[in-house]
């Protein structure tokens, strides 16, 4: 099938960045990030690359300070698992959430999965940053899952649309991550009317209601 969706308009090359839609993924890293309006909010940053892209393609470095170093193979791209950020509240039903419980079931759907429930299991820690820390050790690696990314589009200073990427939040409507080959797939279909929230105007995205990652500065920032 032809599809311009991942390429650019000058060199016709497949862009090293990830975007929103429903791609085969691998996780690279997990990290557990303060936002920088909420020191009592985290995001949960999944680093992911792609499966390998054929044909012509520069992927990112790896090591950016190695100028001669290996590439990724992949498309590249940092993706929140949550539309919006981890923290104790009382939402407007009245029920409460706290950021330890909630930050851990996501953690068990994810290592579900990826087939690593016993391996996350097996952590034990002190404080949530501790147990991420392991999470990170745990749950990366070269597993590859099927996924639905969302964005929520803005424009920076030059006036470019950037994607602040976060996975669709579960319902009975879906899930966002699957396993490859899963029976009776429950995997969202990409709709950008469902799973894009596109900019209406020139904005920061560390200003609005909707908070996107502290590294989302760019569509990838080495």
């Known amino acids: ?27 690279n890293k997990i990290t557990f990030d303060q936002t920088p309006y909420d020191k009592e909010a985290y995001n949960i940053v999944l680093h992911v690359e792609s499966e390998p892209v054929k044909g012509e393609f520069d992927g990112f470095l790896i090591n950016p300070d190695d100028k001669d170093g290996p590439r990724y193979k992949g498309q590249v791209g940092r993706v929140r698992m949550s539309p919006y950020p981890y923290k104790d509240a009382t939402l407007p039903s009245g029920r409460e959430v706290k950021l ?53 589009e803005w424009e920076n200073k030059e006036g ?47 200003t609005s209601s909707f908070e996107p990652a502290s590294n989302a500065g760019s569509d990838f920032d080495l």
């Open 100 to 152: 330890e419980s909630e930050v851990m079931k996501s953690m068990i759907y994810l290592a579900e999965v990826l087939g690593k429930r016993d391996d996350l299991d097996m952590i034990e820690a002190d404080t949530i940053a501790e147990f991420m820390d392991s999470v990170n050790q745990v749950l990366s690696g070269d597993t590859f899952i099927n996924a639905c990314v969302g964005s929520r």
């Open 1 to 27: 099938m032809l599809s311009t969706k991942d390429m650019s308009a000058g060199s016709g090359k497949a862009r090293p960045v990830i975007s929103p839609g429903n791609q085969v993924i691998k996780i």
């Open 160 to 206: 470019y649309i950037n994607n602040d990427l976060y996975l669709p939040r579960m319902s009975k409507d879906g899930i966002p991550l699957e396993a490859i080959d899963k029976e009776d797939s429950r995997l969202y279909k990409f709709s950008k009317a469902d799973h894009v929230r596109e900019v209406q105007k020139k904005s920061s995205p560390t």
